[in-house]
């Protein structure tokens, strides 16, 4: 099992940055996944950005070249860097994990552990 809780999300304007942590209750060294996902009002939970265990990163067209995703092993935390926030960037941000190897980063069925949740809002 693997408890996850994120931290740093807030209210930035356009153009700004902003840092999201995933702290895990675990070691995340050997964690097949750890991924970032967004959800809008009234619209399903979508893939932002993944880390497999063997240094394999993806990200959603919409965010490449704006948002990067890291982990630090010591500090058992997913971290994603968002740089050039947007309006659309407005959602609530979710931290996700799955033990397994054989799942599709975008899938949120195939993570089973998610944290609670961090909101973050740009405005124009």
């Known amino acids: 099992q693997v408890q996850l809780a994120e931290s740093g999300g807030g209210s930035v304007q356009a153009g700004g940055s902003l840092r999201l942590s995933c702290v895990a209750s675990r070691s995340i060294y050997s964690v097949a996944f750890m991924g970032w996902f967004r959800q809008f009002p009234g619209k399903e939970r979508e893939g932002v950005a993944s880390?497999?265990?063997?240094?394999?990163?993806y990200y959603a067209d919409s965010v490449k070249g704006r948002f990067t995703i890291s982990r630090d092993i010591a500090e058992n935390t997913l971290y994603l860097q968002m740089d050039n926030l947007k309006p659309e960037d407005t959602a609530m941000y979710y931290c996700a994990a799955s033990t397994r190897d054989d799942i599709s980063w975008r899938n949120t069925l195939d993570y089973a552990y998610w944290g609670q949740g961090t909101q973050v809002t740009v405005s124009s």
């Open positions: 880390s497999t265990r063997r240094g394999t990163r």
